[in-house]
């Protein structure tokens, strides 16, 4: 079993900043890679970023130079720095994971349980 457990959600206005976090724990063998997605209401979800192990990092169009994603490989977490938030940052935001299970031998998708962003004033 491998679980992703997140935090740092909230409200902020706009302008503001948040950090969330997300730990992954469990049946981990390696990590293939660790992002963030979101969905807002009414909308589906969709990529913010995401960070492939040893390599680089990806970003949706509409938080490049706001948004930093990072790792600490040694703890099986990434963060996500969200700066200059804007109202319609608001959505659920959702860790992801590309975990090699340690017991099964195989790569699965893992999903946290979403915490909510509001921006707003």
């Known amino acids: 079993q491998v679980q992703l457990v997140e935090s740092g959600g909230g409200l902020v206005q706009p302008g503001g900043s948040l950090r969330l976090s997300c730990a992954a724990s469990?049946?981990?063998?390696?990590?293939?890679?660790m992002g963030w997605y979101r969905q807002a209401p009414g909308k589906e979800r969709e990529l913010v970023a995401v960070k492939i192990t040893g390599g680089s990092a990806n970003y949706a169009d509409s938080v490049k130079g706001r948004f930093t994603i990072s790792r600490d490989n040694a703890k099986n977490t990434v963060y996500l720095q969200m700066n200059s938030l804007k109202p319609e940052d608001t959505a659920v935001y959702y860790c992801?994971?590309?975990?090699?299970?340690?017991?099964?031998?195989?790569?699965?998708?893992?999903w946290g349980q979403g915490t909510q962003v509001t921006v707003s004033s």
């Open positions: 992801y994971a590309d975990i090699l299970d340690q017991v099964t031998k195989f790569y699965g998708d893992y």
């Open positions: 469990g049946s981990i063998f390696s990590i293939n890679a």
